[in-house]
Structure formats: C-alpha cells, structure tokens
C-alpha cells in the first residue's frame, strides 16, 4: 500500500472517527502517552472486569496516524481479555517490525492491519505505535505519563521551573 | 539565475527526480566551492595549528587565522580578534552564557529574552538566572508577531543586565527591531545578546552598525559545514570575561597550581579546532559574497512573495505572524487547517517536498500561539520560482488527500 492509499482510505476516515474519543467512566487503567518531538500526546482509559477491557477510550492531540491508530487499537482490544490484547500487540509490533508477514496473522488485527503499510514512511512508525506501547504499559500496571523519548537524568535529574518573581533549581 | 547547479545534492537523480529542498532554516546545502574547500585542506594542509614549528602546521595556522579574518569581514568586527569559532550558534551562546551570564548577572538582576527565542537562546539563559537568582523576563510580540518600541522600553528596566534575541525569529521569519533593543539596553547598561542564526543567511549583519555587544551564528545555514559557527564579541568585554572551557591552546603559562590564560579569542578556543571545517566556512562566505547580498536578497525576496501570495489563496493556510513579505526572511509557519504538521510533511515530502514541521525548538512561542506545532516552509539562495510553484501544488495535495476543501 502506498501512502496516499493509507492516508486516503484509513487515516483520514478513522483519525476523524469520534466514538472512541472519551474519557471512561471507572477506568482501572489510565495511561497517557507522548513523542516530545512530533506533539503525538494521548491519554488512553480502560476498564477491566474479570480480565475482560469492558471499555476503552482515548482522548488528547497528534497527527492522524497516531490518532487512527489509537481508534483502531481500541476498536480490535474492546471486549477482549487482557491476554488477547496483549497477544495483538505482539502481532502489531512484529507487523511494523516486518517479522510478522504471514497475511492470516495480521488479519487478526481486523481494520489495524491497514497499518502495515506505515513501513513506506520511517519517519512516522513512532506515531503509529505510540498508543499500542501506551496499551503495553498500562497493562503492565503504569500510571502517569509514558514518554517515549524522555532522558532519565535530564540535568541531573533536576528541572527549572518559575517560582514566583524568579528561577528555583528543583 | 539559478545556482542549482553548483549544489550536487539538488541535481536530479537516476530516475529524473530532483529534491525541492525547502527546510533551509534547519541547514543548507553545500556548493562545491566549500567541499573542495574542506577537501582541499585535508589534501594539502592538514596539521595541528598554533602548535607545529614546521612548514604544514605554518599553512594549517593560516587557514585557521585567514578564515577567522572573512568572518570577521563577514560580520564586519572592528577586529579579527572579536571572532571566536565555536560549533554553531548554540555553542557560541553557552559560551556568553556561562562566561559573561554566570560572573556578570547577580541576585536581584534581570535577564531580558524575546518568547520567540530558540531554545538555544532561551534554556542557558533560564539556568543562568536559576543558578545567580536573577529573574527572567520574556518579551512578547503583537498579534501580527512584531514586537513594538513601547514593549521593548517597558521590559527592559534598570535591573536588566543582559538582553538576549534574535535578530530574525526561526518560526516567525520577522526582522526584529534590533535597533530598537540596542538603543534601551544600551541606556540602562545592559549587553545586547544578537542570535544571528537565520538573519546570516538573507542579509547583511554589520555587528559594528547594529552596535550589540555579542553576536552568534552557525555556519551550516549559511552552506558551510556542520560543527562551524562563530560568536562575536566586543574586545574589551571577551578581556574581562572568564574562559569557557579549558584545556591545551588556550592558556598563556601552566603551572602545577596555576594557570595564566591566552587573550582573546584564544582564551575561548580551547583545544584543537575544526580548521577544515573553517576553511569550508571561509569558502561558504566567499561564496555568499561572490554572488552578492543584492542579488540573494532580490531572489529570496521574490520567492517569499510568491510563495505568500500563493498561500494566502487557500482559505484553510493560517500564517503566524504578519503574512506580508516585508520585514521577513527566510521562513513561513504555516498550519493547513487542523491537518497536523507532520502529515503535512508526509505529504509533501512523497511530493518531493522537504519541509520542516514540529515546535522547532521555540516551544513557548508554541504555546504563545496556542498551537502543539506548525510547519514552516524556508528559502535559500538556490531555491527557484519550480519550487515555490511544487510547493504549492503540494498544499494542494494535502487537502485532496485530507478531504479538505472539497
């Protein structure tokens, strides 16, 4: 698939998609993840009942591949169990990878296979994965803020921040 | 006039297809007069300056000093001496930073800085005023992008020390009145920090005319290699100023406990420096003058024109700041509707377009804006009136394949 075939038939009708664009009420999990360098940052909600995500909802701002992806993520991953859904993300990330080829594979991912086609454009892999590495580590129990691309020890771990009429080390 | 085909990377490829190289604001290319430059060095004149006795480390010196003299031609320094090389525009800054900012801005003191500064003019001056406990105070811009007189008075106070702006913003492409910042500065005895990282490019900088006190450029804006730059300063200030870093080159007498420093610059240029990447610089600048501020002004001017008019035809482009091509060079933000920038560069870029998209280092003047990111279209002196035309078919294509003003 080239990418105005991805862009046109996928991206722009499913980033647009509002039905998985919300908040979740009594969300178990909530997880918000960013790519500093492009601006992708979105918050992902989910509610899980005896190992089953029983909703799933995303809210926050990127480019629509990060958005369409996070749409087509919930879609697949709603009303499964954590397994299955842990399972998908296996399959997608060997799909962007390239080590899962096998077409009755990826179509296990229903309409997130149109993703595939990501692979003609490098530069925007990290925003078709941001909300599937989001989903990996919520389930592993994170909370707060995933981000990507963050150094552990900026500064020696410290920060400026404004502090009343002047600048404070933290 | 096209200069295109001194620049092997624009020629077109095996296929026919050429790149419509428009991130000139990020780096530019490189003609072949500055990559036989720096080739021609490392043929025929490699050897460690300041330290060889010998013939080869003689010529290596020269080189390193004669490129020293063209950029201080370039910027027009009263001196050679005013001119330290660095590795490009945020080394330089560091460098005044931590060497004037850390010993001269104290308790109490205000640092000055424009929203619309480039985090590399905008992150050490916020740690130098968190380390000395000065208070850092930004300058904001009009609705139109442009900052007024009255602001720049009102800002800058008898407390201020230090002033810190470009000369022309890296996402607005304004022409800032630098004049304006000197003259009140200078009446509360402040220094005048000049990044001149994209108005080097397009126009003439005469640090002498312009009366600031420091200075900053990269050289691979201005078709040069990467890891060249220069900062200016004034004389008498880079004499009372501490060094930067230290080490071999830039020390007068070592001692076990004691050390007595060169004087400027090479107070400043510790260890050994990027003398091939000079020469490319010296070359770049030859180049540039070769051709003639009149006549890269007349062309980049036009194509800024061009491309305005153009742009300004879709109903869904927003351009940030004043969209009106005077007192503009090099760039134009834009966004296309509520199209993230990075799908736009998608599009393009299988157009053959490559443009910049992104919060290009100047995230609070995103957040001044109130947009994540905007894409930003820039020129150079190579760039043709094809290019602005594919650029625009290119806005074109993203709105077909976005489902936009159909």
């Not at chain 1, 909703?55 to 397994?83: E, H, N, P, R, W």
């Amino acid at each position: 698939m080239d990418l105005k075939s991805l862009y046109t038939q996928i991206i722009t009708e499913n980033s647009r998609a509002t039905h998985n664009r919300h908040p979740v009420i009594g969300a178990t999990n909530s997880l918000e993840g960013i790519n500093p360098s492009c601006g992708d940052d979105i918050t992902l909600q989910f509610k899980v009942e005896n190992d089953i995500i029983v909703d799933a909802g995303f809210i926050g701002t990127g480019c629509a591949i990060s958005q369409a992806s996070a749409s087509l993520m919930i879609d697949l991953i709603k009303g499964k169990s954590v397994d299955e859904a842990k399972h998908y993300i296996d399959i997608f990330f060997g799909m962007i990878k390239g080590e899962i080829k096998e077409d009755e594979v990826i179509d296990e991912l229903e309409d997130a296979a149109a993703l595939q086609g990501i692979a003609v454009v490098p530069a925007r892999v990290k925003c078709a994965v941001l909300s599937w590495h989001t989903l990996e580590e919520a389930l592993e129990g994170k909370s707060g803020v995933s981000d990507h691309e963050a150094s552990e020890n900026d500064d020696a771990g410290s920060s400026y921040e404004e502090d009343g009429d002047g600048l404070s080390l933290n | 006039m096209s200069l295109m085909s001194d620049f092997p990377i624009l020629g077109a490829d095996e296929n026919g297809k050429r790149l419509v190289y428009l991130d000139n604001a990020a780096t530019t290319q490189h003609p072949l007069q500055v990559l036989d430059a720096v080739r021609n060095y490392y043929t025929c004149d490699n050897a460690n300056p300041h330290r060889g006795v010998y013939e080869l480390a003689r010529k290596a010196t020269d080189i390193h000093e004669q490129a020293r003299a063209t950029v201080a031609r370039f910027l027009n320094a009263s001196r050679p001496e005013e001119i330290i090389f660095t590795q490009n525009t945020t080394e330089a800054l560091n460098l005044v930073a931590s060497s004037y900012g850390m010993k001269y801005v104290g308790e109490g003191d205000e640092i000055v800085i424009s929203v619309s500064e480039h985090h590399s003019n905008l992150v050490p001056w916020q740690r130098v005023a968190g380390a000395r406990k000065a208070k850092l105070k930004y300058l904001y811009p009009g609705e139109d992008g442009r900052y007024t007189g009255e602001a720049i008075n009102e800002i800058i106070t008898e407390k201020t020390k230090v002033v810190a702006i470009a000369q022309v913003s890296n996402v607005l492409g304004l022409v800032n009145p630098i004049d304006k910042v000197v003259r009140r500065a200078h009446e509360v005895g402040a220094v005048v920090v000049l990044d001149c990282a994209q108005s080097t490019p397009h126009m003439k900088v005469d640090v002498q005319a312009l009366d600031v006190d420091f200075a900053a450029f990269s050289g691979h804006k201005i078709y040069a290699p990467m890891g060249t730059g220069a900062l200016y300063g004034r004389y008498d200030l880079l004499e009372k100023m501490p060094p930067y870093m230290s080490g071999g080159d830039m020390i007068n007498q070592v001692h076990e406990y004691k050390t007595t420093f060169a004087k400027p610059p090479r107070k400043f240029e510790a260890g050994t420096r990027n003398v091939g990447g000079e020469a490319g610089l010296a070359a770049a600048i030859d180049y540039i003058e070769s051709i003639g501020w009149e006549t890269i002004e007349s062309t980049e001017d036009r194509l800024m024109k061009l491309a305005l008019d153009g742009m300004r035809e879709f109903p869904e482009v927003k351009i940030y700041g004043d969209d009106s091509s005077a007192g503009r060079k090099g760039v134009i933000s834009f966004n296309i509707g509520d199209v993230h920038p990075h799908d736009v560069a998608s599009i393009m870029d299988a157009n053959g377009v490559a443009i910049r998209a992104g919060h290009h280092c100047a995230q609070p003047l995103m957040d001044f804006l109130k947009i994540n990111s905007c894409c930003r279209v820039s020129f150079a002196l190579y760039n043709t009136e094809d290019d602005v035309k594919i650029f625009l078919d290119s806005i074109m294509k993203v709105r077909s394949w976005m489902g936009l003003g159909s």
